[in-house]
Nanobody, 112 residues
């Protein structure tokens, strides 16, 4: 069993930036992010494999960068120009395939 622990969420004003981090307790093939806004289904944000191959989702299009530090078993999500509609719980996910393991989630709130 692999544990995923997110950090970096919080309250940010519209137009601001946040960087989320997710540390895995072991080395895993793919790591990525999903988000779930109140009353909506969970949606895919992006993922990255150990080799650096990125799969990009429609959310935060053009305003996000996913990266990974394999030595630290950590994935990052840099989010820029945040909008109120980006408010959601952001979940780290990964493993042998997307959705294999899940973190507890970190709240991101975009509000003035």
């Amino acid at each position: 069993q692999v544990q995923l622990v997110e950090s970096g969420g919080g309250l940010v004003q519209p137009g601001g930036s946040l960087r989320l981090s997710c540390a895995a307790s072991g080395s895993i093939y793919t790591m990525g992010w999903y988000r779930q806004a109140p009353g909506k289904q969970r949606e895919f944000v992006a993922s990255i494999t150990r080799g650096g191959d990125i799969t990009d989702g429609d959310s935060l299009k053009g305003r996000k960068t996913i990266s990974r530090d394999n030595a630290k078993n950590t994935v990052y999500l840099q989010m820029n120009n945040l909008k109120p509609e980006d408010t959601a719980v952001y979940y780290c996910s990964g493993g042998n395939y997307p959705g294999h393991y899940w973190g507890q989630g970190t709240q991101v709130t975009v509000s003035s």
